[in-house]
């Protein structure tokens, strides 16, 4: 599904979809074990670009090779919010799920036969526990599966018309099959997008909220909201319990109100910190509509200091929809990997991929390296692996952002340097292909 926008920008969503969206979370995650970063992604068929894939492989940290990709599911559609998310179970099987677009296609749970492999996966008839009965699972939209090798899984993901357009629930499970009851989090007005993350005691997610009578491209405000026992209570930053679903825009919940400043809150990533505490990336602007009419639009960071919320400017960018990553070192500093340099499709998702470094918590970045230069595409929607490896740093696709177009996957190391993963394969593995930036 896409909204074209009757202007010289075309589509509203465009460029590289493959690692879309942001509130698909994880594409990747490393296995020390194995040695190898298995990830995610949504392809395409040989004849078709716009016929949706989802396809799973690894890069082999020993042998810096990948194998020929997984094709784990054909979902017939060409939406790439559709696109699937992985996690990696204590056992290491690699669990792939299949997200939906609202209620009109399903959705899947896939677990890899064998621990560490790729090819092959059987179907998961995952079922949940709903006024003392076991109902199947089978429709959910904007996942994010995390798993806890103690807890096991902690999911995010929405749920549409549950009774908000786009309501905001949470499921966690031990083993991946028998889930406990849906939870709803948030159904303020027309509803929300969340992002989420798991730290090293609680699990949390920063939302914003759709107002009523202003159409789904408004959103606005920025919420959070915390579990400190997996799901069996939820709290406030501040650890004031909370009633679960929120129904007013004004709560406990409440990180900033942008809502007076008639400002639109684009979700990007959120980070805990070595003391467990929420750092959140996201991006403000005033309006919906691709072009410079709704400049500055500006990276910002919310850091919980422990006692209230520290939230910094960041850079800035050209498109609501340029979607990057934050990383965090043991040394205190930050990183934010993102297409902020202007691109080949100006004003239109994505752009060059930029290596931002800060060294005092937020207040002040810098341009540490231009991973991209000189493209003929965006590039868009740059991914960190969980428990992430120097060598596979960052994940993203490139894409067209006026016309269909194909696509290929980057990833880079920790230093800058830019490989691409090949679009075909002659042998049942193959390395990445070094991208010069001359």
Known sequence: MNQPSGDEYAYKYSGGMATYCAKHQPFAVYCEQAKKTFFCYGGATKDDNRHLMHLVSYFDHETKSVPRPTILLDKHTNDAHDNPVLSVDGAGHIWVFSTSHGTSRPSYIHRSKLPYDVTEFELVQATRQESNEEVEISNFSY???????????????????????????????SDGFTWNPLQRLAAIEEGHYQISAIGREKVGSAF????????????????????????????????????VPLTDSANVALVNDYESEGLNVYLKDIRYDENDRPIILFLTSAGYESGPQNDPRIWNTAR?????????????????????????SKAGIWQIIAPTERGPQPYNPGGEIVQWISRDLGHHWEMQTLLTHRSARNHDYVRRPVNVHP?????????????????????????????????????????????SLE
């Open 143 to 173: 996942m994010q599966a995390w798993h806890d090798t103690k807890r096991g899984f902690a999911c995010f993901f929405t749920k549409y018309q549950s009774p908000a357009a786009r309501t905001l629930c949470f499921m966690s499970s």
């Open 304 to 328: 919980w200091t422990g006692s209230d919320w520290d939230i910094q400017e960041a850079m800035h960018s050209d498109n609501n929809y340029d979607m990057g990553s934050l990383w965090l």
């Open 391 to 435: 060598d596979f740093y960052a994940l993203w696709a490139d894409g067209h952002g006026r016309k269909p177009s194909s696509s290929t996957l980057y990833f880079c190391n920790q230093e800058g340097a830019v490989f691409a993963l090949p679009r075909s394969m002659k042998a049942d593995n193959a390395r990445p292909e070094r991208v």
């Open 208 to 243: 914003n909220y759709h107002p009523h009578g202003k159409g789904l491209n408004w959103r606005t405000n920025l919420y959070y909201l915390e579990t400190p026992d997996f799901g069996k209570s939820w709290q406030s930053i501040a650890g004031d319990r909370v009633q």
